[in-house]
């Protein structure tokens, strides 16, 4: 039975002669992979609908269990983010994440969501796409069931000023008289604490309020957070950073 769904490419492998098999993720069912045949050839209809970022809403023909996209209308291609190495890089990371944070036959709606909203607000703002990128890194890492938060010291319950730390263990800053975990900046805290509070709001269309400065610490932060609470690696977060 064919089967119809708004999804979004996390990555291609390239198999056969002109075949590639794709793993894209949906609202109603979460990661799911399959094969895209010919589009590797030139002039190849689907050929787009293989490519990286692309979020097109595709049909998938089910034959014993394996799904094969027979067809495709773009609602987004996002090509703009290929144009340069920072921006490519940073919507490598909003699909990584996606990809490590998603299952199959889970639904993933507000993932999806968030992620087609920082792959536009990456491309619309190519030479600053830290915000947008910090605004998905926490809204996925809390989607994903990871505390996360930015009040006053857990720890002591005061209000925290100057200096603080922030626990890996537990996804929160606390003050400098406490100094559980990894020293972080104050730049970092309102950077995570902005992007926190966008979250729970559901906000969209917003604009950065932190320091420029703030959201990269804020990245370099939420690196070792995911990394620590899932215990992996992310390949395309590190490259962005070091670039
Ligand atoms: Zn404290």
């Not at 729970?200 to 604009?207: H, S």
């Amino acid at each position: 039975m064919d089967l119809k769904m708004d999804a979004l490419l996390l990555r291609a492998a390239d198999y056969g002669e002109s075949d590639r098999m794709v793993t894209l993720l949906t609202a109603e069912r979460g990661k799911v992979s399959a094969a895209m045949k010919g589009v590797r050839k030139a002039g190849a209809k689907l050929r787009f609908a293989s490519q990286p970022f692309c979020f097109a809403e595709y049909v998938f023909a089910e034959k014993n269990g394996r799904n094969t996209v027979t067809q495709a209308s773009l609602h987004d291609g996002f090509y703009d983010l290929r144009t340069n190495v920072s921006s490519y890089y940073a919507a490598a990371c909003v699909t990584e994440v996606c990809d490590r944070f998603s299952m199959e036959n889970m639904a993933a709606g507000p993932l999806l969501v968030c992620a087609v909203t920082a792959l536009e607000g990456i491309e619309q703002h190519l030479d600053a796409p830290n915000f947008y990128l910090v605004k998905f890194l926490v809204e996925a890492v809390m989607l994903a069931g990871y505390p996360l938060s930015a009040g006053d010291c857990p720890v002591c319950g005061k209000k925290i000023a100057g200096r603080r730390f922030f626990d890996l263990r537990t996804g929160s800053f606390n003050c400098a008289a406490c100094a559980v975990g990894v020293p972080a900046s104050e730049s970092t805290y309102h950077a995570i604490r902005e992007a926190i509070s966008l979250a729970e709001e559901g906000e969209r269309d917003v604009a950065p309020q932190a320091e420029e400065d703030g959201y990269l610490r804020a990245l370099r932060l939420l690196r070792a957070y995911i990394g620590y609470q899932t215990d992996t690696e992310l390949p395309a977060l590190a490259q962005y950073l070091s670039l």
